[in-house]
């Protein structure tokens, strides 16, 4: 599939992540266990937009000397759109981890770790399963109308779902984790696993962890069909995706005591889904421009958010 990166763009990209990883890591370390406020939770998610706007400028700029105008705007509109959907779509990832945390009263101080853990398996798998559906969107273009029906479905059923809570006790790894490993009670400290009279115990944190790698492997089978209809440029899917995922953990910390306030933003994702979702399968006949796609998306999400504020969450009778 043809695309407007080279192999230094690509080469380049993937320093940039392993940098910033790494740097992720070296703060997480030096700052040690502590719970994350509000305030550096919002500098760490300003920071990671910072980043993903400096980069579609850069983008903008290298495009329009390189390449014209007409494509720049373009690649950079593909880009923002693609980050916006990413970045909307994760916030149903904050839902479970808010959860899974709850579940298994994971303290405040070690959900930093288990985030970042999380994060840099997500970004591995989502690179993995993005070449393989830009592989076969190359391949087999019909598939977009697979990923479109599979979009449509999907929202509509969030939507049936939305004020359905998971249950986790019926998860089939986690019940497959404590009938095969043992499981630890308690935490200890930040450990994942420990030796104890010669046997490998886990801890719950390292449950959570792997909970929330299959969590976002789940989700990624959504939002990455979801970003083949705003473009099929391989790094333009790359990039947008892996920027939206690196600020995940800071906007958990943002938005998880806020995570109840917006309760109808789930109805705005399923929107999103199947807006998304027809988009590509009228493409044959109709093709939505980017521009009018961003500007939806951002309407979308924006009344859905606002809704939530107005309107008071239905709370169930006790009896």
Same mark, same amino acid.
Do not use: C
């Given at each position: ?32 266990? #502590? $719970? ?71 303290? $405040?101080?070690?959900?930093?770790? $288990? ?11 989502? $690179? ?35 004020? #359905? ?14 009938? #095969? ?23 719950? @944190? ?39 995922? @690196?600020? @995940? ?6 938005? =998880? ?34 521009? @009018? ?8 999400? =924006? ?17």
């Amino acid at each position: 599939m043809e695309g407007i990166a080279n192999g230094w763009m690509w080469a380049g990209f993937a320093l940039f992540v392993v940098v910033a990883i790494t740097i992720d890591l070296i703060a997480l370390d030096k700052k040690g266990s #502590h $719970a994350v406020g509000v305030r550096e939770a919002l500098g760490w998610s300003a920071l990671w937009v910072a980043l993903a706007l400096v980069f579609n400028a850069g983008l903008w700029f290298w495009l329009d000397a390189t390449a014209g105008r007409e494509l720049a705007n373009l690649k950079a509109t593909e880009f923002l759109t693609g980050y916006l959907i990413e970045k909307s779509l994760s916030v149903d990832n904050i839902f479970v981890f808010l959860m899974l945390f709850t579940a298994f009263a994971v303290p $405040a101080e070690m959900q930093k770790r $288990a985030l970042i853990i999380g994060v840099i398996g997500a970004v591995v798998l989502r $690179a993995i399963m993005i070449l393989i559906g830009a592989w076969l969107v190359a391949q087999f273009h019909w598939i977009l109308y697979v990923f479109g029906a599979f979009l449509l479905i999907t929202g509509i059923k969030m939507i049936w779902a939305a004020d #359905h809570e998971p249950d986790l006790e019926k998860n089939p790894i986690l019940k497959w984790m404590r009938g #095969h490993l043992k499981i630890t009670r308690d935490f200890v400290g930040e450990k994942l696993w420990l030796m104890q009279d010669g046997a490998r115990w886990f801890t719950p @944190l390292f449950v959570v962890v792997i909970l929330i790698g299959i969590t976002d492997v789940i989700f990624a089978v959504d939002s990455i069909p979801a970003i083949f209809a705003i473009t099929t440029d391989p790094f333009i899917v790359m990039t947008s995706n892996i920027f939206a995922i @690196l600020g @995940l953990r800071a906007l958990y910390f943002l938005l =998880a005591d806020l995570a109840g306030r917006f309760h109808l933003l789930k109805y705005g994702l399923a929107m999103v889904l199947i807006f998304i979702g027809t988009k590509m399968l009228i493409v044959e006949w109709f093709k939505i421009p980017v521009f @009018l796609s961003l500007g939806v998306v951002g309407a979308i999400l =924006a009344i859905s958010m606002a809704a939530s504020w107005l309107i008071p969450e239905k709370k169930e009778s006790a009896g």
